[in-house]
């Protein structure tokens, strides 16, 4: 196989639940992919669908009244409609996840050590003794102090910020080539959460794995990511390099979000420039552009669903036209982007 | 301080609250954390004052003691000008229309079996003799003056997104027209493009009905954004204290300076300077460090810091830090 191809290619993706009100979608045709070692953003606000899409990508969407299409190919294979057991050889052991909460990933009886020393042994054929010594490794590598002591202790004995470490350890116990991470510093504090931040970025030079991030926070995503996946109710908004995204957004909802953020140096602004209203029910999305009932830049094009569209790896799914987003931009805020 | 000040709205002195932990029969075995120690704070009619902290650092148990939601341990706390430290809750009663709160989460703090009208009504029946169609008035005043509909007070919470839930909450502290609203994390539960809405909205309400925030919260770009004046607390004690600028453009304590660099900043060409990364992890509030609470994790800490508690002491105009070795300012 070569080794140019992406690591990690998603399709159309849908995801629609069946409900007593009828079908219901959550996820749209979402297309991304994920390059080797890459750290890859994803933004958007509760109920956008970024944690369906990675619960998709998992194989962890288990109702009944889900049905998933489109397609995810992860180093050329199929994962969408995969058997438990072949679908088993592939997460855990070359994608792994985390959560937002490492409370709920780690079970209270067992020792930190014996969740690690499991997971190793679930996929590779080592001992007992390799695998706690890799263990313990895995800890120390994450920055856990003195992690002889600490892999045989409990959960309950390490704070929230060693508990996520402990987390990502165990995550990275069978070097996966691409690591999952759902909210993984919203429960954290913020002097935590740079831990963590800076810890997740290591990963890449220490381990090469490409790591997908969901957040809210447009801040963790500057921190981080390479490249930034914009969600708004279930569909990929925009898309492009860290740099052009924070630089010039090309999407009225990214816009928004920016404008929405308290700066936290300069002049304070009278009032926040806030996106009005509140994002649509699935069940009740507006016709078209599902951002349009909110956008200050609505017309009459805007009654079609946007694709996404743009050159340079920049892309946005949005009628305005391309020359004057900037300016349209500058007189949504009046402050000048910086 | 020569120029005559205002009358503070609320005044505490050396302020404490203690909670035991554990229910042993033995007193020797009964633990005692810390959760707020000695806090003395003017807050001052029409300001804002900001109060953050990482969780665990007793900000919110000081929110609470403000408005007397929980029994002070000891120290003193004045509402305009009287001691209410330990008035009984008949005493505390009047005050109460003066003294509100709002709550971090609107879905717990709204009672889920009840109208949003009946919700919103409860302040009047217990504080104003009103005809019931005086009360529906003023309810539905308070529903547009939230920006919601007059008809929503014949819906229940769930019906409501977070948003609008919240602004239910701020309409219910709003409604006896309170002197003092002590805001608990109000936005941290909210997506960013609605929690621009609501600080907007109180901004407003304290520009019309002259209003005293006491806004807590750990998203500082909030609290810069809101704020008149921040104080920093870390263990149970306040650490820093002054101007929002001040403080967050040059703060003076070691522990305010890295909780201000750990914020995550949303621009790419803008970096800030060198993060100040914390070692290790917050100390057990049960077992507190000696002298300065933050010395096991500060890069200026030494012997004297191990010995003694610093106390709060102007370095510059109203601002005010609680260390040894204060940073430049």
């Given at each position: 196989?070569?080794t140019?191809a992406?690591?990690?290619?998603?399709?159309?993706?849908?995801?629609s639940?069946?409900t007593?009100?009828?079908?219901?979608?959550a996820?749209?045709?979402?297309?991304f992919s994920?390059?080797?070692?890459?750290?890859?953003?994803?933004?958007?606000?509760?109920?956008s669908?970024?944690?369906?899409?990675?619960?998709?990508i998992?194989?962890?969407?288990?109702?009944?009244?889900?049905v998933v299409?489109?397609?995810?190919?992860?180093?050329?294979?199929?994962l969408l409609?995969l058997?438990?057991?072949?679908?088993?050889?592939?997460?855990?052991?070359q994608?792994?996840?985390?959560?937002?909460?490492?409370?709920?990933?780690?079970?209270p009886?067992?020792?930190?050590?014996?969740?690690?020393?499991?997971?190793i042994?679930?996929h590779?054929?080592v001992?007992?003794?390799?695998?706690?010594k890799?263990?313990?490794e895995l800890l120390?590598?994450v920055?856990l102090?003195?992690?002889?002591?600490a892999v045989d202790?409990?959960?309950?004995?390490?704070?929230g910020g060693?508990?996520q470490?402990?987390?990502i350890?165990?995550a990275?116990?069978?070097?996966?080539?691409?690591?999952?991470?759902d909210?993984?510093?919203?429960a954290l504090?913020?002097?935590v959460?740079?831990?963590?931040l800076?810890?997740i970025?290591?990963?890449?030079d220490?381990f090469?794995?490409?790591?997908?991030l969901?957040?809210?926070?447009?801040?963790v995503?500057?921190?981080?990511?390479?490249?930034?996946?914009?969600m708004y109710?279930?569909?990929?908004?925009?898309?492009?390099?860290?740099?052009?995204l924070?630089?010039?957004p090309?999407?009225?909802?990214?816009w928004?979000?920016?404008a929405?953020i308290p700066?936290?140096?300069?002049?304070?602004p009278?009032r926040?420039?806030?996106?009005p209203?509140?994002p649509p029910?699935?069940s009740?999305?507006?016709?078209?552009c599902a951002?349009?009932p909110r956008?200050?830049?609505?017309?009459?094009?805007?009654?079609?669903?946007p694709?996404?569209g743009?050159?340079?790896?920049?892309?946005?799914?949005?009628?305005?036209p391309?020359d004057?987003?900037?300016?349209?931009?500058?007189?949504?805020?009046?402050?000048?982007?910086a | 301080?020569?120029?005559?000040?205002?009358q503070?709205l609320?005044?505490?002195s050396d302020l404490s609250?203690?909670?035991r932990?554990?229910?042993?029969?033995f007193?020797v075995q009964?633990?005692?954390?810390?959760?707020?120690e000695q806090?003395?704070?003017?807050i001052?009619p029409?300001?804002?004052?900001?109060i953050?902290?990482?969780?665990?650092?007793?900000k919110s148990t000081?929110?609470?003691?403000?408005v007397?939601?929980?029994?002070?341990?000891s120290?003193a706390?004045?509402?305009e000008?009287?001691?209410i430290?330990?008035?009984?809750?008949r005493?505390?009663?009047p005050?109460?229309?003066?003294?509100q709160?709002?709550?971090?989460?609107p879905a717990?703090?709204?009672?889920?079996?009840?109208?949003?009208?009946?919700l919103?009504?409860?302040?009047?029946?217990?504080?104003?003799?009103?005809?019931?169609?005086?009360?529906?008035?003023?309810?539905?005043?308070?529903l547009?003056?939230?920006?919601?509909?007059?008809e929503?007070?014949?819906?229940?919470?769930?019906?409501?997104?977070?948003g609008?839930r919240?602004?239910?909450?701020?309409?219910r502290a709003?409604a006896l027209?309170p002197?003092?609203i002590?805001?608990?994390?109000?936005v941290?539960?909210?997506?960013?493009?609605?929690q621009?809405?609501?600080?907007n909205?109180?901004c407003?309400?304290?520009?019309?009905f002259?209003?005293?925030?006491?806004?807590?919260?750990?998203?500082?770009s909030?609290?810069?954004?809101?704020?008149?004046?921040?104080?920093?607390?870390?263990?149970?004690s306040i650490?820093?204290?002054?101007?929002?600028?001040a403080v967050?453009?040059a703060p003076?304590h070691?522990?305010?300076?890295?909780?201000?660099s750990a914020?995550?900043?949303p621009?790419?060409?803008?970096?800030?300077?060198?993060?100040?990364v914390?070692?290790?992890?917050?100390p057990?509030?049960?077992d507190?460090p000696?002298?300065?609470r933050?010395h096991?994790?500060?890069?200026?800490?030494?012997t004297?810091?191990?010995?003694q508690r610093?106390v709060?002491?102007?370095?510059?105009?109203?601002h005010?830090?609680?260390c040894?070795h204060?940073?430049?300012?």
């Amino acid at each position: 196989m070569p080794t140019d191809a992406p690591l990690l290619v998603v399709e159309n993706l849908c995801i629609s639940f069946r409900t007593e009100g009828g079908v219901v979608p959550a996820v749209s045709g979402v297309s991304f992919s994920v390059e080797r070692r890459e750290i890859v953003g994803v933004v958007g606000e509760s109920g956008s669908g970024k944690s369906q899409t990675l619960l998709a990508i998992m194989g962890l969407i288990n109702s009944p009244n889900a049905v998933v299409s489109g397609s995810v190919r992860f180093l050329g294979q199929e994962l969408l409609g995969l058997k438990r057991r072949a679908l088993d050889a592939v997460r855990g052991r070359q994608i792994a996840m985390i959560f937002q909460d490492p409370m709920t990933a780690l079970t209270p009886v067992h020792t930190i050590g014996d969740q690690i020393i499991e997971q190793i042994r679930a996929h590779e054929n080592v001992s007992r003794t390799a695998a706690r010594k890799r263990a313990v490794e895995l800890l120390d590598a994450v920055g856990l102090p003195s992690p002889e002591s600490a892999v045989d202790r409990y959960p309950h004995q390490f704070s929230g910020g060693m508990r996520q470490r402990a987390v990502i350890a165990m995550a990275l116990s069978c070097n996966p080539a691409l690591l999952i991470a759902d909210e993984p510093t919203t429960a954290l504090d913020v002097t935590v959460q740079a831990q963590i931040l800076e810890l997740i970025g290591r990963l890449r030079d220490a381990f090469g794995s490409a790591v997908i991030l969901v957040t809210h926070d447009l801040g963790v995503v500057a921190e981080v990511a390479d490249r930034v996946l914009v969600m708004y109710a279930g569909r990929v908004v925009e898309e492009g390099g860290k740099g052009q995204l924070f630089r010039e957004p090309l999407h009225p909802y990214a816009w928004g979000l920016f404008a929405s953020i308290p700066p936290m140096r300069g002049p304070r602004p009278a009032r926040l420039t806030a996106i009005p209203g509140s994002p649509p029910k699935p069940s009740q999305m507006p016709q078209g552009c599902a951002f349009g009932p909110r956008c200050t830049f609505r017309h009459e094009a805007c009654v079609a669903q946007p694709s996404l569209g743009g050159a340079g790896g920049h892309r946005s799914a949005c009628f305005l036209p391309q020359d004057s987003r900037q300016d349209l931009r500058r007189t949504l805020t009046g402050r000048i982007p910086a | 301080m020569t120029e005559p000040r205002p009358q503070p709205l609320v005044r505490t002195s050396d302020l404490s609250k203690r909670y035991r932990v554990g229910r042993s029969p033995f007193p020797v075995q009964r633990r005692i954390v810390h959760a707020v120690e000695q806090v003395s704070l003017d807050i001052f009619p029409g300001e804002t004052l900001g109060i953050v902290g990482e969780s665990g650092c007793g900000k919110s148990t000081l929110g609470r003691c403000l408005v007397r939601l929980t029994e002070i341990t000891s120290g003193a706390l004045e509402f305009e000008g009287r001691d209410i430290t330990s008035a009984s809750q008949r005493q505390l009663r009047p005050l109460r229309r003066q003294m509100q709160m709002v709550f971090q989460d609107p879905a717990a703090s709204l009672n889920p079996r009840r109208r949003v009208g009946d919700l919103l009504a409860d302040p009047f029946r217990v504080h104003e003799k009103l005809s019931r169609s005086e009360m529906m008035d003023r309810v539905e005043e308070l529903l547009v003056r939230v920006e919601l509909l007059p008809e929503h007070a014949q819906r229940f919470p769930h019906e409501f997104s977070g948003g609008q839930r919240q602004r239910i909450g701020i309409a219910r502290a709003l409604a006896l027209k309170p002197r003092l609203i002590v805001a608990d994390e109000p936005v941290s539960a909210l997506d960013v493009s609605i929690q621009a809405q609501i600080i907007n909205l109180l901004c407003d309400l304290r520009d019309e009905f002259s209003l005293t925030y006491v806004f807590i919260a750990h998203d500082l770009s909030v609290v810069r954004q809101f704020a008149s004046r921040v104080a920093v607390m870390y263990m149970g004690s306040i650490v820093e204290t002054g101007p929002v600028d001040a403080v967050f453009s040059a703060p003076r304590h070691h522990y305010t300076a890295a909780l201000r660099s750990a914020v995550p900043v949303p621009d790419v060409d803008n970096r800030p300077g060198q993060r100040i990364v914390l070692k290790g992890d917050l100390p057990s509030p049960l077992d507190p460090p000696s002298g300065c609470r933050f010395h096991t994790r500060c890069v200026a800490a030494t012997t004297v810091c191990r010995q003694q508690r610093p106390v709060l002491s102007l370095v510059d105009k109203a601002h005010f830090v609680a260390c040894h070795h204060p940073r430049g300012g």
